[in-house]
């Protein structure tokens, strides 16, 4: 069997095993809890906005106002620790949270403002609203199909930069720029997640222009395929609460089988 094909390489070994970051939460370790809900808020910061965007048709500001807000308040009120697997599903769960808080505040006529003494977290809201212009939303899709696929971009954007990183920590750079430039690509096409496979220029073309060998080239990118596909496996398992969550997820992004 060819090994590219193979998700965290031969005999199927997949990542060392992380504790969740929705369990963490409630760790009485503050370290552990500081973690987690750091994990939680990069993974889920941008789905967070631009729903909010769509949803409720903030506008810009507002919609940056209402997304440090319910983080904030999620972490004073604690609201992750009476997350109940059993009941929904996480992303279910921060959703309707979301909801709630985005109802109350309207509500109440509350906004949360900058400058007001709350906690400002430190978040790319120019790059979230560059996002939400160059991959619009499209009415074919609700708002919780929406802040679904906007959770998956977040995840593989996070598994990139991992991998980028773990390169060039490394010292083989070449790994990951191969990789970037056969395997991923940016569609701006409403409908699809801009990190996708598709094939781009011929490993014979590759090889010349980094001074390789076609067989060196396969074998890099086999290799990156790999690592990549154990850091979306990693960061999935940091945001999902159970095993059956994490497996059923698995095998809906990358078409795993976890026994």
């Given at each position: 069997?060819?090994?590219?094909?193979?998700?965290g390489?031969?005999?199927?070994?997949?990542?060392?095993?992380?504790?969740?970051?929705?369990?963490?939460?409630?760790?009485?370790?503050?370290?552990?809890?500081?973690?987690?809900?750091?994990?939680?808020?990069?993974?889920y910061?941008?789905?967070?906005y631009?729903?909010?965007?769509?949803?409720?048709?903030?506008?810009?500001?507002?919609?940056?106002?209402?997304?440090?807000?319910?983080?904030?308040?999620?972490?004073?009120?604690?609201?992750?620790d009476s997350?109940?697997?059993t009941?929904a599903?996480?992303?279910?769960?921060?959703?309707?949270?979301?909801?709630?808080?985005?109802?109350?505040?309207?509500?109440?006529?509350?906004?949360?403002?900058?400058?007001?003494?709350?906690?400002?977290?430190?978040?790319?809201?120019?790059?979230?609203?560059?996002?939400?212009?160059l991959?619009?939303?499209?009415?074919?899709?609700?708002?919780?199909?929406?802040?679904?696929?906007?959770?998956?971009?977040?995840?593989?954007?996070?598994?990139?930069?991992?991998?980028?990183?773990?390169?060039?920590?490394?010292?083989?750079?070449?790994?990951?720029?191969?990789?970037?430039l056969y395997?991923l690509?940016?569609?701006?096409?409403?409908?699809?997640?801009?990190?996708?496979?598709?094939?781009?220029?011929?490993?014979?073309?590759?090889?010349?222009?980094?001074?390789?060998?076609?067989?060196?080239?396969?074998?890099?990118?086999?290799?990156?395929?790999?690592?990549?596909?154990?850091?979306?496996?990693?960061?999935?398992?940091?945001?999902?609460?159970?095993?059956?969550?994490?497996?059923?997820?698995?095998?809906?992004?990358?078409?795993?089988?976890?026994?």
């Amino acid at each position: 069997m060819d090994h590219d094909t193979e998700i965290g390489g031969p005999g199927n070994r997949f990542p060392e095993t992380r504790h969740s970051a929705i369990v963490a939460v409630r760790s009485a370790d503050q370290e552990v809890r500081r973690r987690g809900l750091t994990t939680i808020v990069e993974s889920y910061w941008k789905p967070v906005y631009k729903y909010i965007r769509i949803k409720w048709q903030a506008t810009n500001e507002d919609a940056k106002d209402l997304t440090q807000g319910f983080f904030t308040t999620a972490v004073e009120k604690r609201y992750f620790d009476s997350y109940d697997a059993t009941k929904a599903s996480f992303q279910t769960f921060i959703r309707t949270c979301l909801d709630r808080f985005v109802a109350n505040q309207r509500k109440a006529e509350q906004r949360l403002k900058r400058g007001g003494g709350v906690d400002h977290l430190s978040l790319d809201f120019g790059e979230a609203e560059n996002e939400l212009f160059l991959q619009p939303y499209v009415s074919e899709i609700t708002p919780e199909e929406y802040f679904h696929r906007e959770w998956v971009r977040s995840l593989f954007t996070m598994a990139i930069e991992s991998l980028r990183q773990h390169y060039a920590e490394k010292g083989s750079s070449v790994y990951f720029t191969l990789f970037e430039l056969y395997d991923l690509r940016e569609d701006n096409a409403a409908d699809e997640i801009d990190t996708m496979l598709a094939a781009k220029p011929s490993y014979a073309s590759l090889a010349r222009d980094f001074g390789l060998s076609t067989t060196d080239v396969t074998n890099y990118l086999a290799a990156a395929r790999r690592e990549f596909r154990k850091m979306v496996l990693a960061k999935l398992r940091e945001v999902t609460a159970t095993e059956v969550e994490f497996k059923a997820e698995a095998r809906a992004l990358l078409g795993v089988e976890i026994k």
